[in-house]
């Protein structure tokens, strides 16, 4: 069995530096009481780390008094970072700053009158932080969108950073026709893009795809959603969710993972697949490529 | 036979008040010579008139000088403009107000430092006057051009008023990915799309189609175009210009004209194929529609 590591997976820019803002935050701080509103990144077992070491993770920015508050790295909204302020808590503020860049874009557009389609998912923390820096104009889309032929005499469309550059394309082009001006902003990250581009070249020839990152990570699901239109692609965050009874005829193995993905949590599954390989009878082939020998795709 | 106009056909709004500023410019300077800077429209048989009127057009800003110079409703280069008024000429701005717009925009796009895209015929007039007020960044471009994976930080878009509105969003969907920001600004004008629609739609259930307008006309062949990809479809600019062979088993006419055509030149049209049908053994109906009740489609 062979396994390879997609070129580009795991960790972000975003994500590596919102860990390493709450470790700081948590020497400098020794002993205090610190959150985060919402998970600092979309993976369970980090946030769970986490808070074994004492950041804890509240719901509710009504929730913190005068405590050190670590901003998660998908941002939060307008109306709850002035909750913090007003309630004397001390800000850390870890938001990705391709989000923040949203933030300022959608809040530029809102000074100049365009209305602000977001494509995104409504329920995802960070659109729901965008739409906040937005006004009553300001609306989260879909693919899915029916508008019904409205016409608009200008309008500004803005992505999740998280999302499909293909099905941004796709939205932009079906709003042009209704548009006399329309601002196409692609904020879709390039780690995002990369990691997508990657994970799509090694599936296409891989006889299973494993895609490992929180369940709840937006970009983790859109590596699953585009791996499996190549290939049997299963979607895990630990190595404890493989079943060794998937990998009966399997030759070559794919491995990739979202932006909070460790690299410790690949390399365990790395292993696990590994063992997996070692335990079973079906193996044909028990070749395998060293996990850091990147792929050049 | 049967013969029917497309529910928006000829003159539009720009052409009308070119031609009423051109009257006005003449009634009011009785022996005068006036000129225009290239043709005030683009309709050979209006051009002749208006010269045996005393309207003569120049060929360059250059050979005016103290002139009554009428600018054409395509507009013409921001040195022409300056070449005639430091030339003592009193100028007489026929621009078509949506061409003006397109300026006005693209002055904006060079100040706001966006490279601007002009979406049209390098060698028509209206090109050829928009790109002028563009800078060192700006370029005309097609849904041909090849733009080698090139990356953009920002871009605009435009159009000349009289292209088809498909092949505009085509082209920005095309420019989309390789963009962060893209503007694009849909200046077809509304009569262009109308008549593009309302030729389109009499071509679909028409045997023979009849384009009339100036073959240097371009939103003209953009109907003719249009019509030919439904039926049998000739582009004219007189009645002198009808086969009655080609009417052989017609049953249903479609009549179209530019945006440039006069009602005079359709009327022509229209009683030269009454003439084709009386005269020839082929036609299987002399029924006819009134010319001027539109269709409603």
């Not at 365009?114 to 104009?137: A, N, T, W």
């Not at 590596?223 to 299963?234: A, E, M, P, Y």
């Amino acid at each position: 069995m062979k396994i390879f590591r997609a070129q580009f997976s795991g960790f972000c820019f975003g994500v590596k530096r919102a860990i390493k803002m709450a470790e700081e935050a948590w020497l400098a701080n020794s002993g205090k009481a610190i959150y985060t509103l919402g998970e600092l990144i979309h993976n369970p077992q980090i946030v769970a780390e986490l808070k074994a070491g004492g950041i804890q993770s509240a719901d509710r920015a009504s929730e913190l008094k005068d405590s050190i508050v670590i901003i998660r790295s998908h941002g939060i909204t307008k109306a709850e970072k002035a909750t913090l302020v007003a309630n004397g808590n001390i800000l850390i503020d870890a938001t990705c700053p391709y989000v923040n860049r949203t933030h300022e874009l959608i809040s530029n557009m809102v000074a100049e009158n365009y209305p602000v389609f977001i494509f995104g998912d409504k329920d995802h923390p960070e659109v729901i932080g965008m739409l906040s820096y937005g006004d009553e104009q300001s609306r989260v889309v879909t693919g899915q969108t029916d508008f019904n032929g409205k016409q608009f005499s200008k309008l500004s469309l803005i992505s999740q950073t998280t999302q499909k550059p293909e099905a941004f394309t796709e939205l932009a082009s079906k709003l042009l026709p209704l548009c006399k001006e329309l601002r196409v902003f692609n904020t879709i990250c390039l780690a995002t893009t990369e990691r997508q581009q990657a994970s799509g070249a090694l599936a296409s020839r891989a006889d299973l795809m494993i895609v490992i990152g929180g369940k709840n990570s937006s970009n983790t699901r859109q590596l699953h959603s585009i791996c499996k239109t190549f290939t049997i692609c299963l979607h895990i965050e630990t190595e404890a969710e493989l079943d060794p009874e998937r990998f009966a005829g399997v030759q070559t193995v794919g491995l990739t993972a979202g932006a909070s993905t460790p690299d410790e949590m690949i390399i365990k599954v790395y292993n696990r697949i590994k063992e997996i390989n070692r335990e079973t009878d079906f193996a044909r082939s028990i070749e395998q490529i060293p996990l850091f020998k990147e792929e050049s795709c």
